[in-house]
């Protein structure tokens, strides 16, 4: 349980610090766009990686410690749902339902779409 709370504490350490560095890319390449892209990137990255440790532990052998830490600990740090969910809802508030809508559906398809990927070369 604690290496799990670890590599929990390890993925969140690394989704602020990764969140930051491209928001700021995002806001000198677009100014006033105001798109919060980092969450949409962590989010999907984290999709990708987790569906390549639950393709990979579903048809290897390996020890199950390791995927629950990479997948409940550090991945699950790591990608947030709630950031997502206050994101859109300052969209919202700030006038900006309908890219809203369109931020959390993107992120939607493209999270899915990840993990299939992931899921699909953890097998290979």
Known sequence: MILIALGGGLGALLRFWLDGKINAVARKAAPG???????VVIN?????????????????????????????GFLGGFTTFSTASVEAARLILSGRGALAAVHAGVMLVLAVGAAWLGFWLGTL
């Open 44 to 72: 999907v990255t984290g999709s990708l990686l987790l569906g390549v440790v639950t393709g990979w532990w579903l048809t290897h052998t390996g020890d199950e410690t390791w995927k629950t830490l990479l997948g409940a």
């Open 33 to 39: 766009w105001g798109v919060p892209v980092g969450t």
